[in-house]
């Protein structure tokens, strides 16, 4: 004998949730008025995936959960950009999957993130490269690229650095926002360059260009927008 009461509905095993009906017949009667009679126990097929070439199950809209999720971040759906790579056995299969050439070495299998960078073994594939060719990566660094290809993972193109080494090489490259350039900036190089021949006090010239004293004082003593002549 069953522990739990069972729904009044003839014919149901179902365990009884609300009013002596199961959970499905008490939803029906809240919206018909009546149980509507006993439907099979047996869980219907799941529905694969309306994306052509996804063996995926529905799981909302039509689309499994990896395209349902693509949709909702405005990412396309299709097979091409959906597919997700086959686990990587060793280094021989990894960049059996790599579009080499002359220059970088483009991972092209599995898509990439949203930061640009190749996707492989569930981290950036540059870094699984550098593990592949040279041993694991020392605690506290970063695997930077000489070539400033993100998706490159030619191993001689890779290099070991702090952020700090990062960012130097970032300036080093031109690569940064500055300046004018840098969309937050409220100077340009014209505004700089009459801030410096003006002659006018540092109060003056604040309330003129709406920066801070500070601001102007850094720009006068060539602390900031050095690039400018």
Not at 7 to 32: P, T
Not at 206 to 229: F, G, N, S
Request: charged share 25%; with cysteine.
């Amino acid at each position: 004998m069953s522990r739990y009461a069972a729904c009044s509905v003839d014919g149901c095993e179902r365990r009884a949730y609300k009013r002596g009906f199961c959970n499905m017949h008490y939803l029906r009667v809240r919206k018909n008025g009546h149980p509507g009679g006993v439907e099979p126990l047996t869980d219907r097929r799941p529905s694969p995936c309306s994306v052509d070439g996804c063996d995926g199950v529905v799981e909302r809209k039509g689309l499994c959960v990896l395209h349902d999720a693509r949709v909702r971040r405005g990412r396309p759906v299709g097979m091409a950009e959906a597919t997700v790579a086959a686990p990587v056995r060793d280094a021989e299969d990894f960049y059996s999957r790599v579009e080499q050439g002359d220059g970088c070495w483009d991972w092209v299998e599995g898509g990439s993130g949203a930061s640009g960078y190749g996707r492989a073994c569930g981290d950036h594939a540059h870094r699984v490269s550098w593990r592949f060719a040279y041993g694991p990566i020392p605690e506290g660094l970063w695997v930077l690229h000489t070539c400033d290809n993100r998706k490159c993972v030619r191993p001689d193109h890779l290099f070991l650095g702090t952020n700090l080494t990062n960012i130097a090489d970032m300036v080093a490259k031109g690569r940064h926002c500055r300046g004018e350039v840098n969309g937050m900036s409220k100077l340009t190089d014209a505004s700089v360059r009459e801030i410096r021949s003006s002659g006018l006090s540092a109060e003056s010239l604040a309330a003129m260009y709406d920066v801070t004293k500070a601001a102007i004082r850094l720009v006068l003593r060539r602390e900031t927008w050095r690039h400018v002549v």
